[in-house]
Nanobody
Framework: QVQLLESGGGLVQAGNSLRLSCAGA????????VGWFRQAPGKERGFVAA????????NYAASVKGRFTISRDIASNTVYLQMNNMKPEDTAVYYC???????????????WGQGTQVTVSA
C-alpha cells in the first residue's frame, strides 16, 4: 500500500521561507516521478513542481519558478519543496503526488498525500 505523508505546512509572513516534506511508504522516489500541487480556496488543484524519477529533470509552474525548489533524499525516501520569497497568493493546501512522469506533470498522479496547509500573511 502506497502512502504519501506531507509535513511542514504552517503560517509564514510574506517574503519568508518554508520547506515542505513528503515521506513515501510503499513506493521509492527513485522509481516514480513526484510532484507538488496546491489548491487554494475556491480554486482547482494545480501543478506546482515535479521531479522525474531519475532526478535529473524538474518542472515548475511559472508562478513559482525561481522561488520554489523541489529536491529529494533517496536515503530517507523523502521529497522536499523549498519555498522562498513567499507571497500571500501562495496560500493553499499543498499536496504531494507520485506516479508516471507524464501523469504527474499533468496533475494526475497515481497516488496522493493528504495535504498540508500553507498560509502566507501579508
Amino acid at each position: 500500500q502506497v502512502q504519501l505523508l506531507e509535513s511542514g505546512g504552517g503560517l509564514v509572513q510574506a517574503g519568508n521561507s518554508l520547506r515542505l516534506s513528503c515521506a513515501g511508504a510503499g513506493v521509492t522516489f527513485d522509481s516514480v516521478a513526484v510532484g507538488w500541487f496546491r489548491q487554494a480556496p475556491g480554486k482547482e488543484r494545480g501543478f506546482v513542481a515535479a521531479m522525474h524519477w531519475g532526478g535529473a529533470s524538474t518542472n515548475y509552474a511559472a508562478s513559482v519558478k525561481g522561488r520554489f525548489t523541489i529536491s529529494r533524499d533517496i536515503a530517507s525516501n523523502t521529497v522536499y519543496l523549498q519555498m522562498n520569497n513567499m507571497k500571500p497568493e501562495d496560500t493553499a493546501v499543498y499536496y504531494c503526488g507520485a506516479g508516471p512522469w507524464s501523469s504527474v506533470v499533468l496533475s494526475k498522479p497515481t497516488y496522493w498525500g493528504q495535504g498540508t496547509q500553507v498560509t502566507v500573511s501579508a
